[in-house]
T-cell receptor, first 113, second 110 residues
Framework: DAGVIQSPRHEVTEMGQEVTLRCKPI?????LFWYRQTMMRGLELLIY????????DSGMPEDRFSAKMPNASFSTLKIQPSEPRDSAVYFC???????????FGPGTRLLVL | GENVEQHPSTLSVQEGDSAVIKCTYS??????FPWYKQELGKRPQLIID?????GEKKDQRIAVTLNKTAKHFSLHITETQPEDSAVYFC?????????FGTGTRLLVSP
């Protein structure tokens, strides 16, 4: 198995632009998590899905952030409009079942200028 | 609440010494206690975990101990090596969600 796949690996954009991050979980994993990591705030859980359904989005910082999981093998995290304070590394992780080992993707390093 | 307190925030040791990192949690319902290691520029990876029905678990040079009464669990690394240098996170799994600790930056000097 290739593990959790994220794209792009690096993204540089200008303030106000839309940013879409993508994730493909490990096949057979029914939980998918989106995290954000910064020096100031550490590793934060933004949202997680179970069987493609969002279960807890209490970590999503504001309405500019949205996440979808249209099928078991694909999820997106969208930021619109982006702001410099959104600059961070965004990780996707998957697991089965929920509280067992989480496998993280390589992350997307986002820089908003 | 959901918070987990992790100490120390940084830890410097000489190669061969032992390192101990401690986490305190608040949710009595927590029954799964994982530890993740994140090397510089890499993704977090699970290194060891323990369930509430045991008090200690070992895997070579790494061990985790759990004290449910005091609500704390600790990571122990013996015979540290330079490749152990990384950030280590404990995780609180109470309230049916995962909350990562603030991390401990471990530096092992040759």
């Amino acid at each position: 198995d290739a593990g959790v796949i994220q794209s792009p690996r690096h993204e540089v954009t200008e303030m106000g632009q839309e940013v879409t991050l993508r994730c493909k979980p490990i096949s057979g994993h029914d939980y998918l998590f989106w995290y954000r990591q910064t020096m100031m705030r550490g590793l934060e859980l933004l949202i997680y899905f179970n069987n493609n359904v969002p279960i807890d989005d209490s970590g999503m910082p504001e309405d500019r952030f949205s996440a979808k999981m249209p099928n078991a093998s694909f999820s997106t995290l969208k930021i619109q409009p982006s702001e410099p304070r959104d600059s961070a590394v965004y990780f996707c992780a998957s697991s089965h079942p929920q509280l067992e080992t989480q496998y993280f993707g390589p992350g997307t390093r986002l820089l908003v200028l | 609440g959901e918070n987990v307190e992790q100490h120390p925030s940084t830890l410097s040791v000489q190669e061969g010494d032992s390192a101990v990192i401690k986490c305190t949690y608040s949710d009595s319902a927590s029954n799964y206690f994982p530890w993740y290691k994140q090397e510089l520029g890499k993704r977090p990876q699970l290194i060891i975990d323990i369930r509430s029905n045991v008090g200690e678990k070992k895997d070579q040079r790494i061990a985790v101990t759990l004290n449910k009464t005091a609500k704390h669990f600790s990571l122990h690394i013996t015979e540290t090596q330079p490749e152990d240098s990384a950030v280590y996170f404990c995780v609180n799994t109470g309230f049916q969600k995962l909350v990562f600790g603030t991390g401990t930056r471990l530096l092992v000097s040759p």
